[in-house]
């Protein structure tokens, strides 16, 4: 089972860059996250989606899109990177919604410079 | 507001000694309870949950929380550590949002 596949693992941009991060899951859940790992802050809610065609805001929505078109894929973007959004971000789905435990993905390093 | 806090951002302990991590809650209601481990470059998984009932919960790879309401706590401990346990644990709660405390770093000396 592959369960949450995230790409790409590594990335460098420049300021002003834009880039989607791609999570993907086979596992059929209804609820998907992205979220935001930083040292001394834990796991921060970006956005996360309760079902296709769905989103919403987390605690830092701010410089990020979201789309979930396809059950099984919800995308992050950001349109003009910028330094502060250096951070791994991590993909997690669930059947339930967030009483279930949530299912990780490796993570995705970004550097923004 | 509702929060999770984890007051030990780093412990050291050595293999075969015994573990024990902190985490409080700060919610009005009794929420749903998480302990999850990360070991490097890795994403998080899951090693135990408590909804409610025994207060003493069994996760995998031996470790144990026990709740207590009246702490605001769901510690995690492990009788014997093994090596392979340095890793970061984060804890959870989730009332009607999932929130997580900032992390203790496990490393384990032989």
């Known amino acids: 089972n592959a369960g949450v596949t995230q790409t790409p693992k590594f990335r460098v941009l420049k300021t002003g860059q834009s880039m989607t991060l791609l999570c993907a899951q086979d596992?059929?859940?209804?609820?998907m996250y992205w979220y935001r790992q930083d040292p001394g802050m834990g796991l921060r809610l970006i956005h996360y989606?309760?079902?296709?065609?769905?989103?919403a805001k987390g605690e830092v929505p701010d410089g990020y899109n979201v789309s979930r078109l396809k059950k099984q894929n919800f995308l992050l973007g950001l349109e003009s990177a910028a330094p502060s959004q250096t951070s791994v971000y991590f993909c997690?789905?669930?059947?339930?919604?967030?009483?279930?435990?949530?299912?990780f993905g490796n993570g995705t390093r970004l550097t923004v410079t | 507001a509702q929060s999770v806090t984890q007051p030990d951002i780093h412990i050291t302990v050595s293999e075969g000694a015994s573990l024990e991590l902190r985490c409080n809650y700060s919610?009005?209601?009794?929420?749903?309870l998480f302990w999850y481990v990360q070991s490097p470059g890795q994403g998080l998984q899951l090693l135990l949950k408590?909804?409610?009932?025994?207060?003493l919960v069994q996760g995998i790879k031996g470790f144990e929380a026990e709740f207590k309401r009246s702490q605001s706590s769901f510690n995690l401990r492990k009788p014997s550590v093994h090596w392979s346990d340095a890793a970061e644990y984060f804890c959870a709660a989730n009332d009607y949002k999932l929130s997580f405390g900032a992390g203790t770093t496990v490393t384990v000396r032989a």
């Open positions: 997690a789905s669930t059947s339930r919604g967030q009483y279930s435990p949530l299912h």
């Open positions: 408590y909804f409610s009932g025994d207060t």
């Open positions: 989606s309760v079902g296709e065609g769905t989103t």
């Open positions: 596992m059929n859940h209804e609820y």
């Open positions: 919610y009005g209601a009794t929420p749903y």
